[in-house]
C-alpha cells in the first residue's frame, strides 16, 4: 500500500510542475490551408491567429510573445477573441498594450469573445470600459470586426472576414442549443462565394453551421483547449460544462470548409492547463494549383 501511495504522490507532484511549467510557456502551432479561391495567386497567405490571452504575459511587457509573432512574419493577424479578462475588478492595461504593439506588426482584425462582448452589452454592470478598450485598439489601427464583414487584399486576391457575434445565451453553462445558419445570417449576412470567405466565431461549438453559412476558413477560440487534453479523446471539458467536446483545439474540416480551433494564450479563473499548451497559431495558405 506505502509503495502505490509513494507512486501516487509522485506522479502528483509531477503533474503539478506539468501545470506550472505549461502555465509558463507557449509553442507555435503551424497549419497548412488549401483553397481554390487562390487559383491565380503564387506564394503563401500566412495568417497569425490570437485568442484567449486573457490579460496573460510572456516575459516582461509581453515581450517573448510579440518577439515570437514578428519572426513569423504575418500578412495579417485574426483576433478571435477573449484577450481580456471581462470581469468589473480586472483593468485591461495588459491586453492594451499587447494589442497596440501587436498591430504594429501586421494588420489586425478582431472579432469579439464573449468576453468583450459581455462587457459591450453590459454596460449596467462594466460602465463605459469596452468603449475606451475599443478606442485605444481602434486609434492604433486595429479593425474591430462585430457582426460585419471587412475586407484585405493580398496579391491582388480578395478576401472577405466576417466577425461573428452571437447571442451571450450560448456561452452560459450546460447550454446545448445549436446555432442555426439562418440566425448567422440574420446577423451578419450571407457568406461571399467570389472570394476567399473567413469567418472569425470564437465559440467553436457550432462549427457544422458556420460551415453551412458558406465560410472557407473559420477561426476560433473559446475552450481554452478544453483545459485538459487526453489522447485519442481531445480535450475534457468546456466552459458550459461539456464533456469532450468536438472541436476543442486544433484543425478540423467540415465538407470544404476548415475550422481551426485554438486552445489559447492564457487563462482565467482556473489556471489549468494539462498535456495542453498554449500557442500562437500560425496558418499557411496556398492555392490548389
Known sequence: MKYFLSIAGILAVLLIFEIARELHTFRVTHYKIRTNKYAKADGELKIALLSDLHNWTYGKHNRKLLDCIKR?????????????????????AIAE????????????FYGNGNHEQRMKERTDRYGERYIRYKEILTKAGVHF???ESKEFCWKNERIRITGLEIPLFYYEKFQSKKLSVEEIQERVGESDENCMQILIAHNPAHGNSYARWGADLVVSGHLHGGIVRLPFLGGMITPQIRLFPKYSGGIYHEGHTDLVVSKGLGSHTFPIRLFNE??????????TR
Open 72 to 92: 513569423e512574419q504575418p500578412d495579417i493577424i485574426l483576433v478571435a477573441g477573449d484577450m481580456l479578462v471581462g470581469k468589473v475588478d480586472v483593468p485591461a
Open 97 to 108: 498594450e499587447f494589442m497596440v504593439k501587436v498591430s504594429q506588426i501586421a494588420p489586425v
Open 145 to 147: 470586426i462585430e457582426n
Open 278 to 287: 498554449a500557442e500562437l497559431v500560425m496558418l499557411h495558405v496556398k492555392g
